[in-house]
């Protein structure tokens, strides 16, 4: 009656009756899944990741290889949203800067250049306790790895905070930093652009480059790690009573970052993990979703073969990049002056509009100071019982000679 074949029919009513018990060992595995998901959240201190980490999370902790798009509908049946970080009230408050008077910005956005090339660094704010005391963290990053290299956390945001954080990161890592044209990247923060820490990095043979103002994609990798980081433990951290439980929190997270947080993007590795692949070419792991690593090429292996067969591709690129970013890095002069002129003539009208409204409004003003004046004579030469009268505050409606106090409303 329904123009269906028999074996499609019977194939059906087995898939509902379960006669080979698959859908059982679906929903058993899907169990399985559900609870080592609660595992890592728990291990996580109660911070749900997305479906990328919890992919490999399940794959390094417990050795499950799951596609995203089911991680993806198991997160929906858990109801579990991923932690996301939320725009900073402060960011994008610079929208001018003069290109001619910036200060120069030596790594343009290209942030992965390799291992310990570019260490990118910034200043964020953290609170705690139950009057939120605010504590600064400033952190030196490897924009490549991922990894922190150092880092310190005050309660002043001066110098002094940015040069131990940079300290702790020369005693950790310098010997790993004594390539030539190691890049510190930072935004125009004064104490950045600061003679102390300006003459520090001189001194350890480091180029400094910095950002456009009010150009937070300049900086993006650090701006996103502290979005994270927020998103991470400010709750955490705004429970602690002391500032010393603030900031061993916050060391325990940044150390825990290093070595303990797999990243869908560092190949299933550590920051740490990833630094050393990269360097040595050896994968630390025996497989990486399936793959063993005997199936796998080392770094250095593919940088032959590359650069054997696409050297001179890579430096046809290379070159093209170079020009088109000379390109856009050049500028024309008459239109930046137009561009600076109609500025000046719009702040100037702004102004002049400013100027005409405020003179009405002195004018206004003036009026009601008269009629303020007229008042004060009126009610002086009222009989003592009519003033008596005056202090209930409703019986002003009922002279005229007092109306002004209906134009004082806008004063208020």
Same mark, same amino acid.
């Given at each position: 009656m329904f123009g269906v074949s028999h074996s499609g029919y019977y194939a059906w009513r087995g898939r509902q009756e379960d006669r080979d018990g698959k859908?059982?060992?679906k929903e058993a595995a899907a169990r399985e899944i559900c609870e080592k998901m609660r595992q890592i959240i728990l291990a996580r201190n109660g911070i749900i990741p997305g479906k990328r980490t919890f992919r490999v999370e399940l794959f390094r902790r417990y050795g499950l290889t799951v596609n995203l798009k089911r991680i993806a509908k198991l997160m929906k049946k858990m109801n579990l949203v991923a932690a996301k970080p939320?725009?900073?009230?402060?960011?994008?408050?610079a929208s001018h800067n003069h290109v001619c008077a910036a200060p120069p910005n030596a790594v343009g956005q290209?942030?992965?250049?390799?291992?310990?090339?570019?260490?990118?660094?910034?200043?964020?704010?953290l609170y705690y306790g139950p009057y939120r005391s605010t504590f600064y963290l400033c952190v030196f990053r490897d924009a490549y790895t991922r990894e922190n290299l150092g880092w310190n956390a005050g309660t002043n945001m001066d110098t002094g905070l940015v040069k131990t954080a940079y300290q702790a990161m020369i005693e950790k890592h310098g010997d790993e930093l004594k390539d030539s044209a190691v890049y510190i990247h930072s935004d125009q923060g004064s104490q950045y652009l600061s003679t102390t820490f300006k003459q520090l990095i001189e001194d350890d043979g480091f180029v400094q480059s910095v950002s456009a103002r009010g150009n937070s994609q300049d900086n993006a990798p650090m701006e996103s790690f502290f979005a994270r980081l927020k998103t991470d433990i400010i709750d955490m951290v705004a429970l602690c009573k002391t500032l010393d439980a603030a900031l061993k929190l916050v060391n325990g997270y940044l150390k825990a970052y290093n070595g303990e947080h797999? +990243?869908? !993007?560092?190949?299933?590795?550590?920051? &740490?993990?990833f630094y050393s692949y990269a360097m040595t070419g050896v994968y630390p792991l025996d497989s990486y979703f399936g793959v063993p690593a005997s199936e796998m090429m080392a770094v250095g292996d593919l940088s032959k073969v590359r650069r054997k067969y696409a050297d001179e591709e890579a430096k046809k690129r290379r070159e093209a990049a170079a020009f088109k970013r000379e390109q856009r890095r050049m500028i024309d002069p008459l239109k930046i002056i137009h561009r600076d002129q109609m500025l000046l003539d719009q702040?100037?009208?702004?102004?002049?509009?400013?100027?005409?409204?405020?003179?009405? +409004?002195? !004018?206004?003003?003036?009026?009601?100071? &008269?009629?303020?004046k007229k008042a004060m004579a009126y009610v002086a030469n009222l009989p003592t019982k009519k003033q008596d009268e005056l202090k209930d505050p409703l019986a002003w409606r009922n002279h005229e000679e007092l109306s002004y106090v209906f134009a004082m409303n806008e004063l208020f």
């Open positions: 859908q059982a060992k939320h725009k900073d009230a402060y960011k994008h408050q290209d942030f992965f250049v390799g291992p310990r090339k570019v260490i990118l660094t910034d200043i964020t704010y797999y +990243q869908y !993007e560092l190949a299933g590795l550590t920051p &740490e993990e702040m100037i009208s702004k102004w002049r509009k400013a100027e005409q409204s405020a003179g009405k +409004q002195v !004018e206004h003003l003036k009026d009601i100071l &008269e009629q303020v």
